[in-house]
């Protein structure tokens, strides 16, 4: 008798990477109820501006950075979706400036649809960027679930004096951007089975690579705000640095780095749901230029691990690029200008 043929992980979610997230208009109705009232002192950032992970002061030079991020397959491979998927967990500790202590893995998979040895090769996925990142996973929770589910809480410490924010930008601060665009198209013309193999190493190469500049950024003096890229694409957390900071944003299309052959991906009509759902969420404090549909498409395209977001002075700009550079960055660019006004953006 034949073994039964193993599904593909993307053909069991309905949605990859994360492309999962709640829509971010729908997202800001649910937190807006749910605030809590008791904020103790030592608690430095919470969800006030949806940053990227909670920060809570323990001494003067430490403070604990708490952060959990899982999703469904953005590949078929199982251990890729893990490395991917632990990547894109750990970087919100870099994107407050920390740096990473340990991880719980949070598991959930279809016990009688997939292999016991493919759901072991997703977690060896993941445990392999742990150690590149040099941190134990010390635990974690395991369910059965319909759709298969790969992530991890994330643990890391920060000085406060270190600590970079996403509401902490000022006017005439450059915006720096630390990976190319496109991880989402890629993913949807993946599932469709039209992405090439050149590409698919383009997109893993990219979700992999651990953003570890942030550990470093938060001691650049003229470093003010840092977050990532991730679902809700550029516009979306870029809009969540202008809302905390209050301030408007500029973004130069030319300057924003794209994964190779995006463009002519999204023109042969690859794209997710998520990216018109992010629009629909955000689109009205958006200004585009000529471009307009192709800029809306890629720049609302959900990111899975994606880059680094960095406002900075002008005068730290070199330390800021030369430090991705240093780091593996080679495609990190100055992408635009943070300006007085209301929390909005103009593409040009």
């Given at each position: 008798?034949?073994?039964?043929?193993?599904?593909?992980?993307?053909?069991?979610?309905?949605?990859?990477?994360?492309?999962?997230?709640?829509?971010?208009?729908?997202?800001?109705?649910?937190?807006?109820?749910?605030?809590?009232?008791?904020?103790?002192?030592?608690?430095?950032?919470?969800?006030?501006?949806?940053?990227?992970?909670?920060?809570?002061?323990?001494?003067?030079?430490?403070?604990?950075?708490?952060?959990?991020?899982?999703?469904?397959?953005?590949?078929?491979?199982?251990?890729?979706?893990?490395?991917?998927?632990?990547?894109?967990?750990?970087?919100?500790?870099?994107?407050?400036?920390?740096?990473?202590?340990?991880?719980?893995?949070?598991?959930?998979?279809?016990?009688?649809?997939?292999p016991l040895d493919t759901i072991r090769r997703i977690l060896e996925g993941g445990e392999s960027v742990c150690r590149n990142a040099g941190i134990p996973i010390a635990g974690g929770h395991s369910i059965d679930s319909v759709e298969p589910i790969y992530g991890l809480v994330a643990i890391g410490?920060?000085?406060?004096?270190?600590?970079?924010?996403?509401?902490?930008?000022?006017?005439?601060?450059?915006?720096?951007?630390?990976?190319?665009?496109?991880?989402?198209?890629?993913?949807?013309?993946?599932?469709?089975?039209?992405?090439?193999?050149?590409?698919?190493?383009?997109?893993?190469?990219?979700?992999?690579?651990?953003?570890?500049?942030?550990?470093?950024?938060?001691?650049?003096?003229?470093?003010?705000?840092?977050?990532?890229?991730?679902?809700?694409?550029?516009?979306?957390?870029?809009?969540?640095?202008?809302?905390?900071?209050?301030?408007?944003?500029?973004?130069?299309?030319?300057?924003?780095?794209?994964?190779?052959?995006?463009?002519?991906?999204?023109?042969?009509?690859?794209?997710?749901?998520?990216?018109?759902?992010?629009?629909?969420?955000?689109?009205?404090?958006?200004?585009?230029?000529?471009?307009?549909?192709?800029?809306?498409?890629?720049?609302?395209?959900?990111?899975?691990?994606?880059?680094?977001?960095?406002?900075?002075?002008?005068?730290?700009?070199?330390?800021?690029?030369?430090?991705?550079?240093?780091?593996?960055?080679?495609?990190?660019?100055?992408?635009?200008?943070?300006?007085?006004?209301?929390?909005?953006?103009?593409?040009?």
């Amino acid at each position: 008798m034949n073994a039964p043929e193993v599904p593909r992980l993307t053909s069991l979610s309905h949605g990859g990477g994360c492309g999962c997230k709640i829509a971010p208009g729908v997202l800001e109705q649910i937190v807006a109820t749910t605030a809590s009232s008791f904020v103790p002192k030592e608690l430095l950032v919470g969800i006030e501006t949806s940053d990227d992970a909670a920060v809570y002061r323990i001494s003067e030079d430490q403070a604990v950075v708490a952060t959990t991020d899982f999703f469904m397959p953005i590949v078929d491979d199982p251990f890729d979706f893990g490395a991917i998927a632990a990547t894109n967990a750990i970087s919100d500790v870099y994107a407050m400036g920390g740096t990473p202590l340990f991880a719980l893995a949070l598991v959930g998979m279809p016990i009688n649809v997939l292999p016991l040895d493919t759901i072991r090769r997703i977690l060896e996925g993941g445990e392999s960027v742990c150690r590149n990142a040099g941190i134990p996973i010390a635990g974690g929770h395991s369910i059965d679930s319909v759709e298969p589910i790969y992530g991890l809480v994330a643990i890391g410490l920060v000085n406060p004096r270190h600590l970079r924010r996403n509401a902490d930008a000022r006017p005439g601060d450059r915006i720096v951007l630390g990976k190319p665009l496109g991880v989402g198209i890629y993913s949807a013309a993946l599932k469709k089975e039209k992405l090439s193999e050149a590409h698919y190493r383009e997109m893993l190469a990219s979700t992999t690579k651990l953003n570890t500049p942030g550990a470093k950024l938060g001691r650049i003096e003229g470093v003010h705000a840092l977050t990532d890229v991730t679902g809700f694409g550029l516009l979306g957390h870029l809009l969540e640095v202008c809302r905390g900071s209050g301030l408007g944003a500029r973004l130069e299309w030319d300057q924003v780095p794209l994964l190779p052959g995006v463009k002519d991906l999204l023109a042969a009509g690859h794209r997710t749901g998520a990216s018109g759902r992010n629009w629909a969420g955000y689109g009205a404090r958006v200004q585009l230029g000529r471009h307009g549909d192709v800029q809306r498409d890629l720049l609302t395209d959900p990111q899975t691990s994606g880059g680094l977001l960095v406002t900075c002075a002008p005068a730290a700009v070199d330390a800021v690029l030369d430090l991705f550079r240093a780091e593996g960055f080679a495609r990190a660019a100055v992408i635009g200008e943070m300006a007085a006004g209301e929390p909005q953006v103009s593409v040009v």
